[in-house]
């Protein structure tokens, strides 16, 4: 059975993907690559969305916390992120004066101290999905404030 079509306007785009990738869409009965293509990428987009709320929660409540500890990493770095995340926050939160730092800045802020056994409890609990959005709101947040001083 063909995908469903989009009801809203499609764009034409061109995206040079990894033989693997390729073979993924080629397996799917009945739907051409640009269709699998499609639905593969409307598909993270519901599941992404699904796990945004929290993720978001996450991130307005830690904001400094996300941005020291995802300062050096980048879109692409969402592998890693998916599977490390607990373990790089709670990393980079025990380099000296990193700790000190963010928690001088929520005091700046009159933001709450954090309570770091439940940020790394609560980081832990998340899915790949969320985790991954987390760094994707991160590194865009860091971008659009770059372009902004430049």
Request: charged share 35%.
């Amino acid at each position: 059975m063909p995908a469903k079509p989009s009801r809203q306007p499609l764009e034409r785009t061109s995206v040079q993907l990894p033989r693997q990738t390729i073979e993924l869409l080629d397996s799917w009965p009945t739907l051409n690559r640009s269709e699998a293509l499609r639905l593969v990428v409307d598909r993270y987009v519901y599941l992404e969305t699904a796990s945004a709320p929290q993720a978001e929660r996450l991130v307005d409540k830690y904001r400094p916390v996300f941005q020291t500890a995802l300062a050096d990493l980048s879109f692409d770095d969402f592998r890693v992120v998916a599977r490390w995340l607990p373990a790089i926050v709670m990393g980079a939160m025990a380099e000296e004066g990193v700790r000190d730092d963010v928690e001088g800045e929520r005091s700046r802020n009159d933001d709450p101290v954090i309570e770091w056994r439940q940020l790394e409890s609560e980081v832990a609990a998340l899915d790949p999905l969320a985790r991954i959005w987390i760094l994707e709101s991160v590194v865009r947040e860091r971008i659009r404030e770059q372009e902004r001083e430049e």
